[in-house]
C-alpha cells in the first residue's frame, strides 16, 4: 500500500510556472513508476507524465517541453515542475504509482486526492 499526497496547487496566470509536489509514504516508494495525471471540468482523466522507477521520463506531447517530471527517492517525493501554462492546463492534477510503466489512468494503483491547477487567460 502507497499513500500519495499532492500539494502545490493553486492559480496562475497564462505563461506562468508551478511546481507541485507528491510525499509518498508506505511501501517501497523507490520501486514504483510514479505518474502525474489531470481531469479538466467535463473530460475524463488523462496522463501527463511519468518517471520510471529509475529514472526515465515519458510525457504526453500536450505538456512535452513545458513541463519537468522528477523524483527524490530521500525525500519520498515526485515534482511536476509547470512551465508556460496555458488555459487548457486547467485542472485536477493527481500524482499516482504503479508497478508498471503507464500512459492511461486504467496502469496505475495507488492515487493522491489531487490538487487543483487553475490558469488564467
Known amino acids: 500500500q502507497v499513500q500519495l499526497v499532492e500539494s502545490g496547487g493553486g492559480l496562475v496566470q497564462a505563461g506562468g510556472s508551478l511546481r507541485l509536489s507528491c510525499a509518498a509514504s508506505?511501501?517501497?516508494?523507490?520501486?514504483?513508476?510514479m505518474g502525474w495525471l489531470r481531469q479538466a471540468p467535463g473530460k475524463e482523466r488523462e496522463f501527463v507524465a511519468v518517471?520510471?522507477?529509475?529514472?526515465?521520463?515519458y510525457y504526453d506531447d500536450s505538456v512535452k517541453g513545458r513541463f519537468t517530471i522528477s523524483r527524490d527517492n530521500a525525500k519520498n517525493t515526485i515534482y511536476l515542475q509547470m512551465g508556460s501554462l496555458k488555459a487548457e492546463d486547467t485542472a485536477v492534477y493527481y500524482c499516482?504509482?504503479?508497478?508498471?510503466?503507464?500512459?492511461?489512468?486504467?496502469?496505475?494503483?495507488?492515487w493522491g486526492q489531487g490538487t487543483r491547477v487553475t490558469v488564467s487567460s
Open positions: 499516482a504509482a504503479s508497478d508498471t510503466l503507464g500512459y492511461t489512468p486504467s496502469d496505475y494503483d495507488y
Open positions: 508506505g511501501r517501497t516508494f523507490s520501486r514504483y513508476h
Open positions: 518517471i520510471s522507477w529509475i529514472g526515465l521520463t
